[in-house]
């Protein structure tokens, strides 16, 4: 078989750099994690989520950091299969060296965490780009529409839910339609007609819906996100990251399946941190064994970092 020529040297460096950036990524998205265990009903992270989703600077680091991720993979299976190819005949003596048990570690944990990687797009990312069904939340403001506001208030006045209020009103111009013109009663139906439609959108706004701090409306299922981007398209409904985390770590199963993938890729950053050095030759004798205890520091960091969310929100802490 022969594979498109890129000087393994390049690809090398292609494979640190990108390793390096995955590395920074990690910090902070584990930093970023740290806000879902505060008990403040989600506003940090909620926050934080509808900043990360809205601004257009990191819509487009999140595409560059999706390209990031496949060229890392591609990049690897492509410098492991170039190296097999140059060696068609294999050694009759097996390799036992250090180099080569870290290879093929960092080829098993790296499938690993792939794996890891789609049953987490699966259950978060996924949401957002609409593949998968979650939880959604939208801001309060955003729904405030002249209707919603209509008949949230008059229903309120008359103390009556909204669709008992719109239903009242329905039957008062029925009584009096015999009164009135053909063009006002259109316009009356039309008017009836609006107010029917922002019902759903007014039962969403029920203060049991609201976060602790009243931006937010939260709970929203599939069906109300699809009937919210219909009937108010401009409001920017999105995953409600923060419920959906707390509520995903209530189930053990789910919460040993992240620790156990926490321990792989703490084996598989241990190993990537000194190579990133190496491969891009700020590696140096005297050093050597100071950026390996560097590289396990930041990794237990970012390792423990990301632990601490599934472990105490399964405690309830
Ligand atoms: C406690 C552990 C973790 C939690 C609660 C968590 C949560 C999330 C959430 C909520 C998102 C969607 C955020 C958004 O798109 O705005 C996300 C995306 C993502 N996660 Fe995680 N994550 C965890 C661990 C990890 C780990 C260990 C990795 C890598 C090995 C990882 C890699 C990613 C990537 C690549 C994305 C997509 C990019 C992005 O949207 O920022 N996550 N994660």
């Not at 068609?88 to 790296?110: E, F, I, V, W």
């Not at 208030?153 to 009242?168: G, K, L, N, R, S």
């Not at 560097?294 to 632990?307: E, P």
């Amino acid at each position: 078989m022969q594979l498109p020529q890129i000087h393994s040297i390049t690809k090398k460096v292609l494979v640190a750099l990108v390793g390096a950036f995955l590395l920074l990524f990690l910090l902070f998205h584990m930093t970023a994690n740290l806000f879902i265990l505060r008990h403040d009903d989600g506003a940090w992270y909620s926050a934080f989520c509808h900043f990360m989703g809205t601004n257009w600077v990191v819509k487009i680091f999140e595409v560059v950091l999706l390209g990031v991720v496949v060229l890392h993979i591609v990049l690897t299976i492509w410098l492991a299969l170039t190296n097999r190819l140059a060696r068609p005949t294999r050694y009759h003596q097996r390799q036992r060296s250090k180099t080569h048990a870290n290879s093929k570690l960092m080829a098993l944990t790296g499938a690993l965490i792939f794996a890891f990687l789609v049953m987490h797009f699966c259950q978060f990312y996924f949401v957002k780009i609409g593949w998968v069904k979650g939880e959604y939340m939208v801001e309060v403001e955003k729904l405030q529409t002249e209707e919603v506001m209509t008949v949230q208030q008059y229903a309120m006045q008359q103390q009556m839910t909204p669709a008992d209020w719109v239903a009242e009103l329905e039957a008062q111009v029925s009584m009096y339609a015999s009164q009135m013109t053909p063009e006002q009663q259109q316009e009356m139906q039309a008017n009836i007609q609006s107010l029917r439609d922002a019902l759903p959108v007014a039962e969403l706004l029920r203060p049991e819906n609201l976060s602790a701090d009243r931006k937010w409306v939260r709970h929203i299922d599939y069906d109300q996100r699809n009937m919210l981007k219909k009937t108010v398209p401009d409001c920017g409904v999105e995953p409600d990251f923060y419920y959906m985390s707390r509520e995903f770590f209530h189930n053990g199963i789910m919460v040993l399946l992240y620790l156990a993938a926490f321990v792989v890729l703490f084996m598989h950053l241990t190993h990537a941190f000194p190579s990133v050095f190496q491969t891009l030759g700020l590696n140096n004798y005297k050093y050597n064994c100071a950026i390996e205890v560097l590289g396990k520091i930041y990794t237990a960091v970012i390792v423990l970092g990301f632990a601490i969310v599934p472990i105490l929100v399964y405690l309830g802490l």
